[in-house]
Structures are given as structure tokens and as C-alpha cells.
T-cell receptor
Framework: SQQGEEDPQALSIQEGENATMNCSYKTSINNLQWYRQNSGRGLVHLILIRSNEREKHSGRLRVTLDTSKKSSSLLITASRAADTASYFCATPRRRGQNFVFGPGTRLSVLP | EAGVAQSPRYKIIEKRQSVAFWCNPISGHATLYWYQQILGQGPKLLIQFQNNGVVDDSQLPKDRFSAERLKGVDSTLKIQPAKLEDSAVYLC????????????FGEGSWLTVV
């Protein structure tokens, strides 16, 4: 079953603008991860936020987690053309310590 | 540190034929995953190994898909016979079970079934 779901499905912005994408999930989790996938490539881990954290930063990335709303957001500040990619949230499944990925947000950053 | 290696990168086969994909995870990673990613969708887990044992294969279509990791290192995913709807990218990933939740992905094997 699908645990996390990102929105919007697609987002197009100008270089220099901020990009915000959201992830909603259904069951309680102990951590949530964000991954990036460039066209034709594998996924790359961006950031992990634990259930006892509300916000986490990594360079131009800012992730928030609201466990009461079962949602997370990924903010990319001062976007660049190189940020053009699909972004996925991943949440743990109950068994086996594996992770469920949402359908992703396709971000296009126009120069 | 070498990443997750996959081969072949691209494969085109006719329906009802068979195909095999190979994966070599990051050295020392006990956990290995195979994901299927259909164009425009997120990756869907097919099977998870811990060393040479299967942890989760609940979403593997066992009538046509099989996977093994006999020596607990590299792994092979096979599809026989292939259907048109198997056209997808097959992503192998690995994780160091003891030091974190980060999953490291290979570049994927692109399968087109015609």
C-alpha cells in the first residue's frame, strides 16, 4: 500500500525562486527521508528527519515534519537549473525495515 | 567507495522472452533491495534481502519474477516470461543495516518489452 504521497505532482519555477513540495503519509513513522532522481539516473538520498525532529537543514534544503498532521515538506531555496529532478519522500514500512516511496514531485527549474 | 553496480543498463526484449539483471551492492552492505519503477511513478519494492535470506518478497510477482542472492553479496533478478507491463526501470539498492537508514541506489536497468 502507498504510504507517502507528494504534492504537487509537477512544479515549474524560475531559477532563484524557492521550491516547496509536500509529502503526506498515513501511518505513524519513526523517520522520513527525501530522495532526488535526475532523469535517467538512480535515486540519491538528500536528508532524513526523525519523528522527534521538527525541522532539519542541509545546505539549501530545509525539511519539516509535522507528525500530528502526518506531513512533511521539502523546501529548496534559491533554486538552480541543476535542481531540476524528481523528488520523492520515503517512509518506513511496518515490517522488514524497507521503505515506501511516493509518486514524486517533478521539479523543473527554468533558467 | 564504489557505488551500487547494475547491468545491463538497457535491455529490449520481446514479450514472453526472459531477461536477467545483475546487481553488486556496496561492499559490506547486508541489505539489498530490488525496486521496480514504472515511468512517472515512484519505485515499488519487489524484494528485500538480508545477507542471503529473503526478508520481504510480498510484492514480487512470483509466477514470473525470481531473485536470488546466493552468497549474500551480488544478486540477480530474473523475469520469465516477460509481459508488456514489465517495461520499467529495475533499481537495485543497498543499505548498511547497522549504521543508518540511507539507501544507496544503482543507476538502474531499463527494460523495454515489445
Amino acid at each position: 500500500s502507498q504510504q507517502g504521497e507528494e504534492d504537487p505532482q509537477a512544479l515549474s519555477i524560475q531559477e532563484g525562486e524557492n521550491a516547496t513540495m509536500n509529502c503526506s503519509y498515513k501511518t505513524s513513522i519513526n523517520n522520513l527521508q527525501w530522495y532526488r532522481q535526475n532523469s535517467g539516473r538512480g535515486l540519491v538520498h538528500l536528508i532524513l528527519i526523525r519523528s522527534n525532529e521538527r525541522e532539519k537543514h542541509s545546505g539549501r534544503l530545509r525539511v519539516t515534519l509535522d507528525t500530528s498532521k502526518k506531513s512533511s515538506s521539502l523546501l529548496i531555496t534559491a533554486s538552480r537549473a541543476a535542481d531540476t529532478a524528481s523528488y520523492f519522500c520515503a517512509t518506513p514500512r511496518r515490517r522488514g525495515q524497507n521503505f515506501v516511496f511516493g509518486p514524486g514531485t517533478r521539479l523543473s527549474v527554468l533558467p | 567507495e564504489a557505488g551500487v553496480a547494475q547491468s545491463p543498463r538497457y535491455k529490449i526484449i520481446e514479450k514472453r522472452q526472459s531477461v536477467a539483471f545483475w546487481c553488486n551492492p556496496i561492499s559490506g552492505h547486508a541489505t539489498l533491495y530490488w525496486y521496480q519503477q514504472i515511468l512517472g511513478q515512484g519505485p515499488k519494492l519487489l524484494i528485500q534481502f538480508q545477507n542471503n535470506g529473503v526478508v520481504d518478497d510480498s510484492q514480487l510477482p512470483k509466477d514470473r519474477f525470481s531473485a536470488e542472492r546466493l552468497k549474500g553479496v551480488d544478486s540477480t533478478l530474473k523475469i520469465q516470461p516477460a509481459k508488456l507491463e514489465d517495461s520499467a526501470v529495475y533499481l537495485c539498492a543497498s543499505r548498511d543495516s547497522f549504521s543508518g537508514n540511507t539507501i544507496y541506489f544503482g543507476e538502474g536497468s531499463w527494460l523495454t518489452v515489445v
